[in-house]
């Protein structure tokens, strides 16, 4: 081979390496930019999570497992009496109460009087009642906790301000999530992190 040929060679093999060198960097640069982008977009979630938790709120869940993110504070209860709303003479006084009703496959043991239950516990002790499904709506507004005509595409409800101000579908919304967080999460999961999402867009509380 001639020194021309050689030279040519050589010059051609460091335009292919400084071409596949720029490409590999172009993967890199945007696998981080992807990577920043659903960090920036998760932390969402987290600040709402965190929004509620900063509140001097009891937070409570009745139902199914919410599968809510890791930051999301909330204590299971087994039942709407006096008992499992009472905390640990630890935990101090708090300013009120969220009850959240987890209810996506409609199989929750309840009955009129539980609502009847929880309407006075709203209007007397500043409890929030958040409803998660359909199937409870009926029984609640024959109960008084509502009176108004719904969609039947409603499948969730908020109750606050001692009852008197309420929200429905308020968590009906998926696209109030993130994308990036959307897209992994199940069915279950998508109306407690809609929920999450709008307490702090909102500011129920």
Known sequence: MNAKRLIVTLVFAAILIGF????????????????????????????????????????????EDLNAPQSFNARRIYSF??????LAEDEGVKDGHIVIVNDPSGNL?????????????????????????????????????????IPD?????????????????????????????RQDLTSEQLPVYAMIMQMKAKEYI
């Open 109 to 149: 043991p309840l009955e009129k009087e539980d609502w009847n239950y929880m309407l006075g516990r709203m209007k007397y002790y500043d409890y929030i009642l958040i409803y998660l499904g359909t199937s409870e709506l009926k029984d609640m507004q024959e109960a008084g906790l509502y009176f108004d005509v």
């Open 81 to 86: 009496s006096p008992d499992e709303f009472i």
């Open 20 to 63: 596949f060198i720029w490409i590999i960097g172009v993967f890199i640069d945007d696998a981080a930019r992807k990577k920043r982008i659903w960090r920036e977009e998760a932390q969402k979630v987290t600040d709402a999570s965190e929004y509620i938790n900063s509140k001097n709120y009891d937070v409570m869940y009745f139902g």
């Open 153 to 181: 595409t409603t499948k969730s409800v908020i109750f606050y301000n001692k009852g008197i101000s309420k929200d429905f579908g308020f968590a009906d919304d998926y696209t109030v999530i993130p994308e990036v967080v």
